[in-house]
């Protein structure tokens, strides 16, 4: 997407001193528009309304009445959201390895949500909602105190470049929504096949010890629990000699 720049103030004055033009924010993602198969048109007509939630900044969700059979009721299960869950199969396997587990899954691209739809489908799933929407304000309003049993943030764009460093997710303004949405004794689970930016998640978090205890002790990285399937991006970056760090903390 090209970014447009503000006019220039016809009067020649230095666009500081209007003062008044608001700042856009900072993503950290990129959002492409790619082409969707037949089957993932279909699954956006037929199945949305079935798993999709329509949900746009400024509202806030009741996470637990998406799953209640009666939307004015509580559905109370642990609950995690997935933050970027690509294609979702992952996902969609951690959700039918855990039925006793509710999940919502984050995203923001139109053929890994049309994915996500047709696997939810095929698998009979029905412990799983979506959202096609940015991260940021729903943990920053979207959501209630303390409503989630455990994050998830699988393989976020690492930005290498030192100058982009500022759209990694990660920040110490963003992990401080992240803590305001789980319950304590919550998991933040991350995990990233960037050294880099696993050493700056860590730095970051382990940083924040008033919010976040590392379960593997400070400085230190967790090894992949049997409950994170390995994804088809994982295993080639494997095969390409990635090393892939986890990072579980707990809510304190």
Known sequence: MTRGHPPTPADGAPRAALGHAP??????????????????????????????????????????????????????????????????????????????????????????????LLALAQQGLTNVRVLRADATPLLATGLPSASLDAVQLFFPDPWPKQRHHKRRIVQPGWIATVARVLRPGGTFHLATDWTPYADWMLAVLDGAPELFENSAGPGRFSARPAHRPLTKFERRGQRLGHQVHDLIYRRR
């Not at 996470?63 to 642990?78: E, G, K, T, V």
Request: some cysteine; overall charge negative.
């Open 23 to 116: 700042q856009r924010p900072i993503r950290s993602f990129v959002l492409r528009q790619g082409r969707l198969t037949s089957g993932q048109e279909r699954a956006f007509r037929e199945l949305w309304p079935r798993f999709g939630v329509d949900w746009q900044p400024g509202e806030r969700l009741d996470p637990s009445a998406l799953f209640a059979a009666d939307p004015s009721l509580r559905c109370d299960r642990p609950i995690t959201l997935e933050i970027g869950f690509g294609d979702g199969e992952s996902l969609a396997a951690m959700a039918a390895a855990a039925p006793e587990r509710d999940f919502i899954g984050l995203e923001v691209h139109r053929p890994g949500v049309g994915h996500l």
